[in-house]
C-alpha cells in the first residue's frame, strides 16, 4: 500500500507548542491473516523525525506495535508563530513521507 | 596486465572507494538508527539489554497516561511525560507482546521529553516506560487490561 496522505496541527500554547500529527499507514505486524489465510507481510513505520526550521528536535524509533494509521503528540519548548515545523517517517519497506505545517 | 586495462581497474576501484565513502555512509546512518535487536526482542529484558536500560531505577517523576481499561488493544493511546531533569529519550514497552519494545524517542534541544502515541496491546499487559536522563535510567509502569487483543486477526 502507497503512503497515504499525513495530516499535522501545530498549536503555540502557554508553555509549549503542541504538535500532532497523522500518518495514513497500515502498519502490519506480520501475525495478521489476509482474506487468503495467509499472513499479511510485517510492513510498518520504523523512524520518525520532527524537525523545526530545519533543525530535528525529536527522533523516533518505532515497531509495527504502534496503532494503524498512526498519531503521534509531541511538545516543542517555546517556539514562534510562523515556525515551520517538518515531520517525516521512513517505513521497513523504504517508503517515506513528509508534511509540513507552521505553528499557529 | 596491459597498461589501459590496469587504468581501467584502478579507476574502478577509486570509483568503489568513492560510492562507498560516499554512499554507503548515509544508509549505514539509517540502519544504526532503528535499533533491530532491541525491537526484534521477544523478552522485556533482553530488549532493555538491547536499549542499555538494565537496572533502571523505579521513578515516579514519570508520568504515564493510559486508560486503565482499553477495550479495543488495536489503538490504545500511551501518553508520556518525563519530569526528570534533561531527559533525552523516552522508550515504550508492552510487556505482554510478542514484542515488547513499542517506539523510542530521542529529544534533543527544543523538545519537551514528552509524547503520546497509540499501540497495539495482544492482552493485558504492564506499559513500561524507561526514560534516560544524564546516562542515568529510569522507569515507571502501569497495567492496562485489554478487553480485546491487537495484535492477531
Not at chain 1, 61 to 83: C, E, H, I, M, W
Not at chain 1, 96 to 104: F, W
Request: charged share 20%.
Amino acid at each position: 500500500m502507497a503512503a497515504g496522505p499525513m495530516k499535522m496541527r501545530a498549536r503555540l500554547g502557554p508553555d509549549y507548542t503542541d504538535v500532532r500529527v497523522l500518518m495514513s499507514h497500515p502498519m502490519e505486524t506480520g501475525q495478521r491473516k489476509g482474506s487468503d489465510g495467509k499472513l499479511v507481510p510485517r510492513h510498518f513505520i520504523q523512524n520518525v523525525t520532527v524537525k523545526v526550521n530545519g533543525a530535528p528536535v525529536i527522533e523516533g524509533q518505532v515497531s509495527q506495535a504502534v496503532s494503524r494509521n498512526p498519531v503521534f503528540s509531541f511538545r516543542l519548548k517555546g517556539g514562534t508563530k510562523g515556525d515551520k515545523i517538518e515531520v517525516s517517517w521512513v517505513d521497513n519497506a523504504g517508503e517515506s513521507n513528509k508534511t509540513e505545517a507552521v505553528i499557529a | 596486465m596491459e597498461p589501459s586495462r590496469r587504468k581501467a581497474l584502478q579507476a574502478a576501484a577509486a570509483f568503489g572507494a568513492v560510492l562507498a565513502a560516499g554512499l554507503l555512509k548515509p544508509m549505514a546512518a539509517l540502519a544504526a538508527a532503528w535499533n533491530k535487536e532491541a525491537f526484534d526482542s521477544k523478552k522485556v529484558d533482553d530488549a532493555l539489554k538491547s536499549l542499555g536500560a538494565v537496572g533502571a531505577e523505579a521513578s515516579s517523576e514519570i508520568l504515564i497516561e493510559a486508560p486503565q481499561i482499553a477495550e479495543n488493544g488495536a489503538v490504545v493511546p500511551i501518553e508520556v511525560n518525563s519530569n526528570i531533569r534533561g531527559t533525552t529519550s523516552i522508550a515504550v514497552l508492552v510487556d505482554n507482546n510478542p514484542f515488547p519494545l513499542a517506539a523510542k524517542f530521542d529529544f534533543m534541544a527544543g523538545a519537551l521529553p514528552f509524547v503520546r502515541v497509540n499501540v497495539k496491546m495482544g492482552q493485558t499487559a504492564n506499559v513500561r516506560v524507561v526514560a534516560t536522563a544524564d546516562g542515568k535510567h529510569f522507569t515507571a509502569s502501569k497495567e492496562i487490561k485489554v478487553t480485546i487483543g491487537g495484535c492477531g486477526g
